[in-house]
């Protein structure tokens, strides 16, 4: 079992347009030369070239937006008005998404995924409990679009054409890290740290697996 839970903040939704053309009800234009600041934009030193409502690049180029962990519905438009296009999507750290998508031209098709973001700060744990505010991360994890805050989509392909992204929430996620503890009297520890959330968290065999020990080792918990 693994000691410290992160709650992820309220998810939330954006809409943006790409290109020069007209811009959708509630969605926001973004121009390839905005470079991603506090919130969205261009990211990795990337700038794609604007079309009439697209943008395209002859390299891999990244959009990214911040937002607050969670699992997230992305839905991307895809196509041009002039020519044929083939895009090839990935998220975070090269999670393939869409492979090769053809678009006539004259056509736009959207396609829909879902893309999981994590963040590697933790809700401070109880007085005197074990474990601190972030998770530990190795050498390979370091400087990865793991941990970042920040859902991160990467376009490429012969010629990628990005018109419009809506990424939505669908639910925030419970993450586990820190101090990773073994026997029954350290899963007794756990579940009283976690409190009023351990039987949302716990998985119903392991709770029932657990009680009888949990029950067994609670003053043990408490010295």
Request: hydrophobic share 35%; charged share 25%.
């Amino acid at each position: 079992m693994v000691l410290g839970v992160a709650m992820a903040e309220t998810p939330r939704s954006f809409r943006f347009a790409f290109g020069a053309g007209d811009v959708p009800d509630d969605f926001v234009l973004v121009s390839p030369d905005a470079g991603f600041g506090k919130e969205y934009g261009f990211d990795l030193g990337t700038r794609p070239v604007a079309g009439s409502s697209f943008v395209t690049s002859d390299k891999p180029s990244y959009f990214s937006v911040a937002v607050p962990e969670g699992n997230y519905n992305v839905t991307v438009k895809l196509g041009d008005a002039a020519g044929d296009c083939v895009t090839t999507v990935k998220a975070e750290p090269r999670r393939l998404m869409l492979e090769h998508v053809h678009t006539a031209a004259g056509r736009q098709e959207t396609r829909t995924f879902s893309v999981n973001v994590r963040s590697s700060l933790l809700a401070p744990p109880p007085a005197n409990a074990p474990g601190g505010n972030r998770v530990l991360l190795n050498n390979r994890e370091q400087g990865v679009l793991h941990w970042d805050d920040k859902l991160t989509l990467e376009f490429s392909d012969t010629r990628p054409c990005l018109a419009a992204i809506e990424d939505s929430a669908r639910r925030s996620s419970h993450y586990f890290s820190g101090r990773r503890f073994h026997g029954h009297r350290s899963a007794a520890r756990a579940v009283h740290e976690l409190g009023a959330n351990a039987d949302a968290i716990l998985s119903p065999r392991h709770r029932d697996r657990e009680s009888c020990r949990i029950e067994r080792d609670s003053e043990a918990v408490h010295q």
